[in-house]
């Protein structure tokens, strides 16, 4: 559109723009139909009817003024001095004061609030942020078959007895009374409920399989909440049931879910794992978890370089020398006070037992409870012995069992002859196995030659197959050639809110501020306007949104302009930092000189030249810039941008 806006003309006059004539009153408007090269031809072309030249037509996107999304000062970000806080905090951190977490920037930048301990509000940058996880999820869901609904989060503690993890769940469980004393729970998890559902509609094997999900807030009474969203006592998380006739068909179901969660998180950006793992109060037997690599996390897991294994320290295979000697733990299991069964579990020296590990090896209820004692420690010399006691002892007993580490018998004992009498967990002797906690510098299970390398991870999804343990809970049966048998089925996460932070755990660079990858950041883009010329500031935003890859525009509706022009230049530029938007363009008085504005992109994993399409790049490392000609604008964010993983998937979604 061209604007004739006001000025000393009180009278109406004649406009030509090339051949077409208009006419044009002062204040008034006109559309006219073209692309963007034909429009910066026809600015030279717009005079009055006595040939002198009036004003400079502005190219504006579907309308004369910016859209309201899209200005800061129409959003609710804070003021304080959050950059300047972050900057001075970091560097008393670097002192060895005080330590600045991601918790505090996010809060700082505007992105979380914290409501109460370990309750947050999700501010308006981070539902930008939220909304594209979840319209990423949604869609590879749906791609595999998923099915959307949305379950109660108030939910009656009847099926979780059946299962049993009203009692296994302990304290975690937020649980309440309603007016008629009728205990209700918060749902930390909805398997009772999707079991019950699908139980009372399902008729036959005919209906299957089904994949539903939900994505939807939960909660947990968390002991300790801390890490902000990490561990946060509500939290939102997509969850998916599925439902399958056969086990050979939930493990189909499995491995397609395990391709369509790598797709999501390939689409998101931040590099991540897939590590064999634990099934917890879930439940199952198959089990993986999805981490983001992170110094902040609390989980560790263990990556051979060698074949490629990756699991998480309580699931790793490892083997290791006896040479530190042997440590000899009492394992009790348990339901309520009464004592099921004892075992002596014998492990390298320095190594804990792995409770998961053994647990998958017996045949136990979910409200089995363990307890671990440690019985002493043994030198090298005496392993032999230690092992002759421990299965003379257990052929006294009748309740004991013994478990022993493979690997430790076969270094002690290769010159002894002791007759292995049996492998049955529940028979009257020994079993050889993997049951401790793997460390980092152990040597890898599964190839036997490379060591194991520990990180710390942030878990971001889960998936399990669960097999019947909820079904048959519960007495879910269909009949199915010939005989009625109980469902399979399989539970898939993804802690929505927690990638908000494990994202800003990864990307944040210590001292400036976010850097978002481009799937999930709240703007793609960033106009900060140093002057009051609004002409300036819709050009440079007409020609970010026409910006495009073969044919599909690449920032649409996410581009922000920061005209909170009641804050100065400085802050609005390190609030921006702060905000980890990944394109900057600063339109200051260099561009009504030369027509230049200034790019700044803070791109993770972007490696860029020092020079795209004739234009100089400055990079160090944490950001690149350079001054561009507005005509130039479009292609050179084209030839920057185009490198970065998955953009044409971004764009045309």
Same mark, same amino acid.
């Given at each position: 559109?061209?604007?004739?806006?006001?000025?000393?003309?009180?009278?109406?006059?004649?406009?030509?723009?090339?051949?077409?004539?208009?006419?044009?009153?002062?204040?008034?408007?006109?559309?006219?139909?073209?692309?963007?090269?034909?429009?910066?031809?026809?600015?030279?072309?717009?005079?009055?009817?006595?040939?002198?030249?009036?004003?400079?037509?502005?190219?504006?996107?579907?309308?004369?003024?910016?859209?309201?999304?899209?200005?800061?000062?129409?959003?609710?970000?804070?003021?304080?001095?959050?950059?300047?806080?972050?900057?001075?905090?970091?560097?008393?951190?670097?002192?060895?004061?005080?330590?600045?977490?991601?918790?505090?920037?996010?809060?700082?930048?505007?992105?979380?609030?914290?409501?109460?301990?370990?309750?947050?509000?999700?501010?308006?940058?981070?539902?930008?942020?939220?909304?594209?996880?979840?319209?990423?999820?949604?869609?590879?869901?749906?791609?595999?078959?998923?099915?959307?609904?949305?379950?109660?989060?108030?939910?009656?503690?009847?099926?979780?007895?059946?299962?049993?993890?009203?009692?296994?769940?302990?304290?975690?469980?937020?649980?309440?009374?309603?007016? @008629?004393?009728?205990?209700?729970?918060?749902?930390?998890?909805?398997?009772?409920?999707?079991?019950?559902?699908?139980?009372?509609?399902?008729?036959?094997?005919?209906?299957?399989?089904?994949?539903?999900?939900?994505?939807?807030?939960?909660?947990?009474?968390?002991?300790?909440?801390?890490?902000?969203?990490?561990?946060?006592?509500?939290?939102?998380? @997509?969850?998916?049931?599925?439902?399958?006739?056969?086990?050979?068909?939930?493990?189909?179901?499995?491995?397609?879910?395990?391709?369509?969660?790598?797709?999501?998180?390939?689409?998101?950006?931040?590099?991540?794992?897939?590590?064999?793992?634990?099934?917890?109060?879930?439940?199952?037997?198959?089990?993986?978890?999805?981490?983001?690599?992170?110094?902040?996390?609390?989980?560790?897991?263990?990556?051979?370089?060698?074949?490629?294994?990756?699991?998480?320290?309580?699931?790793?295979?490892?083997?290791?020398?006896?040479?530190?000697?042997?440590?000899?733990?009492?394992?009790?299991?348990?339901?309520?006070?009464?004592?099921?069964?004892?075992?002596?579990?014998?492990?390298?020296?320095?190594?804990?037992?792995?409770?998961?590990?053994?647990?998958?090896?017996?045949?136990?209820?979910?409200?089995?409870?363990?307890?671990?004692?440690?019985?002493?420690?043994?030198?090298?010399?005496?392993?032999?012995?230690?092992?002759?006691?421990?299965?003379?002892?257990?052929?006294?007993?009748?309740?004991?069992?013994?478990?022993?580490?493979?690997?430790?018998?076969?270094?002690?004992?290769?010159?002894?002859?002791?007759?292995?009498?049996?492998?049955?967990?529940?028979?009257?002797?020994?079993?050889?196995?993997?049951?401790?906690?793997?460390?980092?510098?152990?040597?890898?299970?599964?190839?036997?030659?490379?060591?194991?390398?520990?990180?710390?991870?942030?878990?971001?999804?889960?998936?399990?197959?669960?097999?019947?343990?909820?079904?048959?809970?519960?007495?879910?049966?269909?009949?199915?050639?010939?005989?009625?048998?109980?469902?399979?089925?399989?539970?898939?996460?993804?802690?929505?809110?927690?990638?908000?932070?494990?994202?800003?755990?990864?990307?944040?660079?210590?001292?400036?501020?976010?850097?978002?990858?481009?799937?999930?950041?709240?703007?793609?883009?960033?106009?900060?306007?140093?002057?009051?010329?609004?002409?300036?500031?819709?050009?440079?935003?007409?020609?970010?949104?026409?910006?495009?890859?073969?044919?599909?525009?690449?920032?649409?509706?996410?581009?922000?302009?920061?005209?909170?022009?009641?804050?100065?230049?400085?802050?609005?530029?390190?609030?921006?930092?702060?905000?980890?938007?990944?394109?900057?363009?600063?339109?200051?008085?260099?561009?009504?000189?030369?027509?230049?504005?200034?790019?700044?992109?803070?791109?993770?994993?972007?490696?860029?030249?020092?020079?795209?399409?004739?234009?100089?790049?400055?990079?160090?490392?944490?950001?690149?810039?350079?001054?561009?000609?507005?005509?130039?604008?479009?292609?050179?964010?084209?030839?920057?941008?185009?490198?970065?993983?998955?953009?044409?998937?971004?764009?045309?979604?």
């Amino acid at each position: 559109m061209f604007y004739l806006k006001k000025g000393k003309l009180q009278f109406t006059e004649w406009w030509r723009i090339k051949e077409q004539q208009v006419w044009l009153r002062e204040g008034s408007t006109i559309e006219l139909h073209m692309n963007i090269k034909t429009f910066y031809r026809a600015r030279s072309h717009l005079y009055n009817i006595n040939g002198r030249r009036f004003c400079s037509p502005s190219l504006r996107h579907h309308c004369t003024q910016i859209p309201e999304s899209s200005k800061l000062s129409r959003m609710l970000l804070p003021t304080k001095k959050a950059v300047r806080d972050v900057q001075h905090t970091s560097a008393k951190a670097a002192e060895g004061g005080t330590h600045s977490t991601t918790t505090d920037v996010l809060t700082k930048a505007g992105y979380i609030f914290q409501s109460s301990v370990g309750i947050y509000t999700l501010m308006p940058m981070a539902q930008r942020v939220i909304s594209k996880v979840i319209r990423i999820v949604d869609e590879e869901m749906q791609r595999v078959g998923g099915q959307k609904l949305e379950m109660p989060t108030l939910l009656t503690p009847e099926h979780w007895i059946k299962t049993g993890r009203w009692e296994s769940t302990g304290p975690e469980l937020f649980s309440l009374k309603d007016r @008629k004393d009728a205990t209700m729970i918060l749902g930390p998890t909805h398997e009772e409920e999707i079991t019950a559902t699908v139980k009372d509609m399902v008729r036959g094997y005919r209906q299957l399989p089904l994949r539903l999900y939900q994505t939807t807030r939960k909660f947990r009474d968390e002991a300790r909440p801390r890490s902000g969203l990490l561990r946060a006592r509500e939290f939102m998380m @997509k969850d998916l049931y599925s439902f399958d006739t056969t086990k050979e068909q939930a493990i189909e179901t499995f491995e397609a879910m395990e391709d369509a969660y790598r797709r999501c998180f390939d689409r998101i950006g931040v590099p991540y794992v897939v590590a064999e793992a634990d099934s917890g109060n879930i439940g199952g037997s198959l089990s993986k978890e999805f981490h983001f690599i992170s110094k902040a996390g609390e989980d560790t897991v263990l990556k051979c370089h060698g074949c490629g294994y990756v699991a998480n320290e309580e699931r790793a295979i490892s083997t290791v020398c006896t040479n530190g000697g042997l440590d000899v733990y009492e394992v009790t299991t348990k339901e309520g006070n009464r004592v099921l069964r004892r075992y002596r579990v014998a492990v390298p020296a320095g190594h804990e037992v792995s409770v998961p590990k053994i647990k998958q090896a017996l045949t136990v209820g979910i409200r089995t409870g363990f307890d671990v004692t440690f019985s002493g420690t043994h030198s090298v010399g005496r392993v032999p012995e230690v092992f002759q006691k421990m299965i003379a002892e257990t052929e006294l007993l009748n309740d004991t069992t013994c478990y022993i580490d493979r690997h430790s018998w076969d270094q002690a004992m290769a010159d002894q002859s002791i007759e292995i009498t049996g492998r049955d967990a529940n028979s009257k002797s020994f079993i050889l196995g993997d049951w401790h906690v793997a460390k980092s510098g152990d040597t890898c299970g599964k190839c036997g030659y490379e060591s194991l390398e520990g990180q710390r991870a942030i878990e971001v999804g889960h998936i399990f197959h669960l097999g019947d343990k909820y079904s048959r809970a519960m007495d879910f049966k269909i009949l199915y050639n010939g005989s009625r048998d109980y469902i399979q089925m399989g539970c898939y996460g993804i802690g929505i809110s927690r990638i908000l932070q494990a994202a800003a755990e990864c990307s944040i660079v210590e001292g400036r501020g976010l850097r978002w990858p481009l799937a999930i950041a709240p703007y793609l883009a960033t106009i900060v306007p140093l002057d009051d010329s609004d002409r300036a500031t819709l050009d440079v935003h007409a020609a970010l949104v026409h910006t495009s890859i073969g044919g599909a525009f690449i920032f649409k509706d996410n581009v922000a302009v920061d005209d909170r022009c009641y804050l100065s230049a400085g802050f609005r530029l390190y609030d921006v930092q702060l905000l980890g938007i990944p394109v900057t363009v600063v339109v200051g008085k260099r561009f009504a000189a030369t027509g230049e504005v200034e790019i700044q992109l803070r791109v993770p994993m972007l490696d860029l030249p020092q020079e795209i399409c004739g234009i100089a790049v400055e990079g160090n490392g944490y950001e690149h810039k350079a001054y561009v000609h507005l005509d130039k604008l479009g292609e050179f964010l084209v030839q920057a941008l185009r490198s970065y993983p998955g953009l044409e998937r971004m764009i045309g979604s």
